[in-house]
């Protein structure tokens, strides 16, 4: 019985896993769920499950999520960021699902890292914005990384075992690859004249056209700024040069990603565009488990097609795979500008386009300076976001 805590648990990715770990309750107990403010989706986690504890983002969600479970059940209810630290660490814990979605799941998941546990990694910020600093506490504490997103997934099964084994510290030349290639569905806008990007609206950007996902990274999709922090997520993971790691589109979202050896081979990992399947290849590594899943039916699957990006429709794909080898600084800085972006285009205040411009603006703005402890990356991450956050003022004018 393996016991686990879900970060984020009231998202896309911390659902599909609860539901994955519903279909195998003699092998995994939930430990910890938690959520920053959905009180109502929690409240159906929490009753559901019944986890020993419930973390929400503040006093007052807290309180109202113990007056709707009740004395129903005996979680308890806790909040804030400590309690994040404390379920993620705890010794009762063996497998931490790190999915929550931006900056903020960088403490909780380093917590994990910190205190060597199985880390299920969703979170793609905390790679973004920490990267060396956070492998190499993984190293020290001996933390197990296996990756979540279906593309880091793939790639890591397609990995020799023994390069598995090596999560941040592999080299890929030694083990006979020659590089890696991400795989992208180009998100809702791939066909669409550039000319009409400007005037996209937020439910069109997060219309996908394959994967059901939240706000946010639909938006990024859109703009393949996911991609580009997918990039970055893999350049740390699995240890690669510029020239290892390319992204290609491939629209049918059936190949969800690649390595290419030195002797011509290509393995490629194949399923339907559906996160528990990569969810369950973590919680069961590296045992298979069921996941709910249908199998491929390679007689009804549509022609697999391929091309690169273009650069004039995803700007913000090429600003994260220059970002990435500036350093730290720049893809910290990266990752807080489009957060801000985001959102702002979410609630209607800036254009689809404006999201690059916002970026773009930011990095040229940052100072470039070393990223050497996690107090400067929260420093440049601030700096960003106010950097950011003026952009928009302006704009407004």
């Known amino acids: 019985m393996r016991r686990i805590t879900v970060l984020g648990a009231t998202g896309s990715i911390g659902q599909n896993t609860l539901d994955v770990v519903s279909r195998h309750p003699d092998d995994f107990q939930v430990f910890a769920l938690t959520a920053h403010s959905q009180v109502n989706a929690m409240a159906q986690l929490c009753l559901k499950h019944n986890p020993q504890y ?20 005996s979680t308890q209810v806790i909040y804030g960021e400590q309690a994040l630290a404390e379920v993620s660490s705890a010794s009762e814990v063996n497998v931490v699902m790190a999915a929550i979605v931006g900056a903020a799941g960088l403490a909780p998941t380093l917590a994990a890292i910190n205190a060597g546990k199985d880390v299920l990694l969703a979170n793609k910020e905390a790679l973004v914005m920490s990267g060396q600093l956070f492998i190499d506490h993984a190293q ?32 890929l030349s030694e083990h006979g690859i020659q590089y890696l290639l991400l795989t992208g569905s180009g998100g809702p806008f791939r066909d669409l004249p550039i000319n009409q990007l400007v005037e996209q609206t937020p439910n069109a950007a997060c219309k996908h056209p394959n994967w059901s996902m939240g706000r946010k990274i639909s938006v990024d999709s859109a703009t393949m700024l996911n991609k580009g922090l997918e990039y970055i997520e893999a350049r740390w993971l699995f240890n690669c040069s510029r020239d290892q790691l390319k992204v290609v589109i491939h629209p049918q979202s059936v190949i969800h990603s690649m390595v290419q050896y030195t002797d011509g081979s290509v393995l490629a990992q194949m399923g339907e565009p559906d996160m528990r399947t990569p969810i369950a290849h973590t919680l069961g590594y590296p045992e298979r488990l069921d996941s709910g899943v249908a199998g491929l039916d390679f007689t009804q699957i549509a022609p697999l097609t391929f091309k690169q990006p273009e650069a004039p429709r995803y700007p913000c794909l090429q600003l994260a795979i220059d970002a990435c080898w500036e350093g730290q600084w720049a893809t910290t800085s990266l990752n807080a500008a489009n957060e801000v972006a985001v959102a702002a285009f979410l609630k209607e205040q800036v254009g689809f386009t404006d999201i690059a411009k916002v ?35 302006e704009y407004a004018k």
């Not at 504490?141 to 279906?150: L, Q, T």
């Open 54 to 73: 419930a973390v929400m983002g503040s006093q007052s969600a807290a309180a109202e999520l113990k007056e709707l479970v009740g004395q129903r059940i």
């Open 359 to 393: 970026c773009d603006s930011v990095l040229q703005s940052i100072q470039a300076n070393e990223a050497d402890s996690i107090e400067t990356l929260i420093a440049i991450d601030k700096q960003a976001r106010l950097t950011a956050s003026k952009w928009l003022q």
């Open 140 to 171: 020290r504490s001996g933390a197990k990384i296996i990756p979540v997103d279906s593309e880091h997934n793939a790639i890591f099964q397609c990995l020799p075992q023994a390069a598995q084994q090596q999560v941040g510290t592999m080299a």
